[in-house]
């Protein structure tokens, strides 16, 4: 039996966990963007994103940092975010939910 972790992730804070672990040291907004529109097929705003990443990081699952100033943006600095400690346990303790769950599957359930 897998123990439910004090977090219940939603689906859409689950995939922006994953995207910065995969983005690793260059996870900031619009690369976060890019990465989920690339690989899930799937249209994401800018707003919708900011609330998740706040959340996360309140929750203790994402910290933040910013870059360096660069004349491309106009001075402005990116917003880098990256896994805790705990979002990773988190992330783990939901893959392993969801393993149990497909292995839990019977066989004739797909046929």
């Known amino acids: 039996m897998v123990l439910m ?7 859409f804070e689950e995939v922006v966990l994953l ?11 619009v ?5 989920m529109e690339k690989r899930l097929n ?7 994103l900011q609330t998740v ?3 996360l990081e309140n929750k203790g699952l994402l910290s933040s940092a910013f870059g360096e100033a660069t004349k491309i943006r106009g001075g402005k600095r990116k917003r880098y975010f990256s896994l805790t400690q705990n979002g ?3 992330l ?5 939910q969801r ?7 019977p066989k004739i359930a797909f046929k």
């Open 92 to 96: 783990s303790e939901t893959k392993d």
């Open 53 to 55: 990443l706040r959340r």
């Open 19 to 29: 995207t910065v672990a995969v983005l690793y040291n260059e996870a900031y907004g």
């Open 99 to 105: 393993l149990a769950l497909w292995k839990a599957i």
């Open 88 to 90: 990773q346990r988190v």
């Open 5 to 11: 972790s004090q977090y219940h992730l939603g689906e």
């Open 31 to 35: 690369a976060i963007i890019d990465e």
């Open 42 to 48: 799937r249209q994401v705003s800018i707003g919708a």
